[in-house]
């Protein structure tokens, strides 16, 4: 049995609290590097500390696997978080902080929040590359949606790449299988778009407020 959040008809804060056992179950695939970069874009955040843009991913997911009018039927089974890794070897103080980042992820809950961490890739010059994240990403919603341990699954990511998953799970599941989300600012409109288009969420500054996690993790406060 698939450990879950059951989102039940009462509140606690802003986020709802269980679900019924046969409600939807939702799984939420996110691109964490490209949505804390394009959140400081689209918020205006990006001459500001590197704590801005942080956020938590299991509070957002909650609300994503609430979203498309699902409300109290829907079941949030996973939150798999995909970010490169930096190397211990080449940069120990990001390696330290990455990892701190990712026990905080998991703290929130253990058996539903999975971070999915791949090594970073260094040039000779020492610049360190993200390789093959978008690429397990997608693997891991064609895996969960074939093997029918999700309903649905939502990609949050603004990456153009990640559309051929996307529009392939529409063709061989429909499109009630598959949504995006993004951030969306005032001046910000970039984000993923397919044909056809699937359910889309428009993350607001005012929704980022609720799932802020403003901490350095470089000095864990």
């Not at 691109?31 to 804390?36: E, I, S």
């Not at 930096?86 to 998991?106: L, M």
């Not at 929130?108 to 791949?118: A, K, Q, Y």
């Not at 610049?127 to 029918?148: I, N, Q």
Request: proline fraction near 5%; aromatic fraction near 10%.
């Amino acid at each position: 049995m698939l450990p879950a959040v059951r989102l039940r008809p009462h509140w606690r804060g802003n986020y709802f609290m269980g679900a019924e056992a046969d409600a939807v179950r939702v799984a939420v695939f996110i691109d964490w590097q490209n949505t804390y970069k394009t959140a400081r874009e689209a918020f205006g955040w990006r001459d500001y500390p590197n704590e801005y843009g942080n956020y938590s991913p299991y509070q957002l997911a909650r609300i994503l696997a609430a979203g498309n009018d699902r409300g109290t039927d829907a079941q949030l089974v996973r939150v798999a978080i995909h970010r490169g890794l930096p190397s211990q070897r080449h940069d120990q103080h990001g390696y330290a902080a990455n990892r701190r980042q990712a026990a905080a992820w998991i703290k929130e809950n253990p058996e539903v929040v999975i971070p999915r961490l791949r090594p970073l890739r260094y040039d000779r010059g020492g610049t360190p590359r993200e390789k093959g994240v978008d690429v397990e990403l997608a693997l891991g919603a064609v895996e969960w949606t074939l093997m029918k341990q999700c309903e649905v699954a939502v990609i949050f990511s603004h990456d153009t790449d990640l559309v051929p998953v996307v529009e392939t799970l529409t063709r061989m599941k429909g499109t009630d299988c598959i949504e995006t989300a993004s951030w969306a600012g005032q001046y910000f409109n970039q984000r993923i778009r397919t044909r056809p288009p699937v359910y889309h969420h428009a993350i607001s500054e005012a929704v980022f407020d609720r799932v802020e996690t403003r901490v350095n993790y470089a000095h864990g406060t």
